[in-house]
């Protein structure tokens, strides 16, 4: 299988302090995991790439320092918003991928979703 | 950007019928993915197409990879209320990782 966890499922936290999410791959080692956001009725805009051991790579327009991405294992990523703030309420959705390669089965794996709302 | 404009936006049809959606680009793509997004939930993916012209089927799914690169389509024969949700076709290029991502379709089913 290819089952990719997340945690929290659904978060809500004060203006001003930093929430952490995880992205877990639990039945395979990702070479690379992603970071998306959602928000109400619209796409998946990603924010991030990374890979194991590596600094990860942001998209244009996603602060860095705001968002901060630890890839320590194969298998677990995770995402920081620091100092959030209410624009930063949205669905944020991880995802994992195997290896390179043209087959179903290493293409991105979607965890369920974390909510998160900052009052 | 890439943008990926996928159409209808929504739709709404009676169980039993078949349905048709379609996503287009402005550039080429050398991968298709279409993946299915339920409410409050992450994408769950259902087909991929790695070849201009492909078509491949996930049992009552069947996807085509446009021979353009730039197209690709979705059907979905004899809807039941379970296919209710939103669709995403997803693009890939050269041998990047990411992923472009669609606009949607929102899919409803009424009995």
């Known amino acids: 299988g290819a089952v990719v966890s997340q945690h929290p499922s659904w978060v809500i936290c004060k203006s001003g302090t930093s929430v952490k999410i995880e992205c877990r791959s639990l039945d395979f080692q990702a070479t690379t995991m992603f970071w998306y956001r959602q928000f109400p009725k619209q796409s998946l805009m990603l924010m991030a790439t990374s890979n194991e051991g590596s600094k990860a790579t942001y998209e244009q327009g996603v602060e860095k320092d705001k968002f901060l991405i630890n890839h320590a294992s194969l298998t677990l990523s995770t995402l920081t918003v620091t100092s959030a703030h209410p624009e930063d309420s949205s669905f944020y959705i991880c995802?994992?991928?195997?290896?390179?390669?043209?087959?179903?089965?290493?293409?991105?794996?979607f965890g369920p979703g974390t909510r998160l709302t900052v009052l | 950007g890439q943008q990926l404009n996928q159409s209808p936006q929504s739709m709404f049809i009676q169980e039993g019928e078949d349905v048709s959606m379609n996503c287009t680009s402005s550039s080429i793509f050398n991968t298709w993915l279409w993946y299915k997004q339920d409410p409050g939930e992450g994408p769950v993916l259902l087909i991929a197409?790695?070849?201009?012209?492909e078509l491949t089927s996930n049992g009552r799914l069947t996807a085509q990879f446009g021979i353009t690169r730039k197209d690709s389509f979705l059907n979905i024969s004899a809807s039941i209320p379970s296919d209710v949700g939103i669709y995403f076709c997803a693009g890939r290029t050269g041998t990047a990782s990411k992923l472009t991502f669609g606009t949607g379709t929102r899919l409803q089913v009424t009995l």
């Open positions: 995802s994992a991928r195997k290896r390179l390669g043209d087959n179903l089965n290493n293409e991105q794996f």
């Open positions: 197409l790695y070849k201009a012209g």
